[in-house]
């Protein structure tokens, strides 16, 4: 695997190479991120993935200071895994080498709500950095897990309207044995949180059951998640169910033939964890 630090080194690499498939991602590897490459690697060729912890993205008060930061661990998986032809590791200077005036912001009506509606700014910070590096890679397919589902859908959205030559691909989410979706935050967890922030995927399939057997209404399958988390001590921003195709409050009378989604959003302790499940 070549390890590049420079848009111009990478350039050079992937120069005539038509079929690239590339993976995004902000780094401390986990097997969620090792399973987007091994997909990448069905789906095209070479593949390259870039870690950047992408400063834009995240707000006031998060986590971008501490956020884990890991390069040679990363590339040590990566090397053993064997997907990766090239990793593209910018810095700062690399990637915003002067303030980043241009954005991408995505409609307030996909991109507001929900971890837009919490987290301001985020989604900007995201299609920003995603079109850069996409200016960069310039790959034929990008994969992205859909534990971010609204950020799949974001990117998803932007390449269309910006009619970007990129297929954006979706991997299901990866989770440990207890249903916890993997995810690099979670190790900010102490024993006892780690413990505890199953609870989320359980609630996440009762909740789906609920909504299958059809006897409680939308609005109490979301009272009930939201109440089960604050109660144990979560702090939750939604626990919402939305229609799959545009995350839009889904229409009662429609409600048995319309695929649908519950997010969830909630902290414990310290920690903000999000999680989703298609019904
Ligand atoms: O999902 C992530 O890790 C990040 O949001 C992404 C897509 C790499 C952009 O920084």
């Known amino acids: 695997m070549k390890v590049v630090h420079t848009i111009e080194e990478l350039r050079d690499q992937l120069r005539g190479q038509m079929r690239v498939a590339f993976v995004p991602t902000m780094g401390n590897l986990h097997s969620a991120h090792l399973a987007l490459m091994k997909m990448a690697r069905q789906h095209g060729d070479p593949v390259v993935a870039s870690i950047f912890v992408n400063r834009l993205q995240f707000g006031q008060g998060e986590d971008f200071d501490k956020y884990p930061r890991t390069l040679q661990q990363d590339i040590d998986k990566l090397e053993q895994a064997r997907d990766v032809y090239v990793l593209f590791a910018p810095d700062d200077k690399e990637m915003y080498p002067e303030p980043q005036n241009y954005q991408i912001q995505p409609p307030s009506d996909l991109g507001g709500i929900l971890e837009g509606e919490f987290r301001p700014g985020f989604f900007t910070g995201v299609c920003t950095v995603v079109m850069k590096l996409f200016a960069c890679v310039q790959p034929k397919v990008a994969v992205f897990g859909k534990k971010d589902y609204q950020q799949l859908m974001v990117i998803r959205n932007m390449c269309?309207?910006?009619?970007?030559?990129?297929?954006?691909?979706?991997?299901?989410?990866?989770?440990?044995?207890?249903?916890?979706?993997?995810?690099?935050?979670?190790?900010?967890?102490?024993?006892?949180?780690?413990?505890?922030?199953?609870?989320?995927?359980?609630?996440?399939?009762?909740?789906?059951?609920?909504?299958?057997?059809?006897?409680?209404?939308?609005?109490?399958?979301?009272?009930?998640?939201?109440?089960?988390?604050?109660?144990?001590?979560?702090?939750?921003?939604?626990?919402?169910?939305?229609?799959?195709?545009?995350?839009?409050?889904?229409?009662?009378?429609?409600?048995?033939?319309?695929?649908?989604?519950?997010?969830?959003?909630?902290?414990?302790?310290?920690?903000?964890?999000?999680?989703?499940?298609?019904?």
């Open 160 to 279: 269309r309207q910006l009619q970007l030559p990129v297929e954006i691909l979706a991997h299901e989410t990866v989770r440990d044995e207890d249903g916890l979706a993997l995810s690099s935050r979670n190790r900010y967890l102490s024993a006892e949180e780690r413990k505890e922030a199953s609870l989320i995927y359980r609630l996440l399939v009762q909740a789906r059951e609920q909504i299958l057997e059809g006897k409680k209404t939308i609005a109490q399958v979301e009272q009930w998640g939201f109440k089960t988390l604050s109660d144990r001590g979560w702090k939750v921003d939604y626990f919402s169910v939305r229609r799959q195709k545009d995350l839009l409050i889904p229409d009662a009378p429609k409600l048995e033939t319309e695929p649908l989604i519950i997010l969830v959003a909630a902290s414990l302790g310290e920690t903000r964890l999000i999680d989703n499940l298609e019904v």
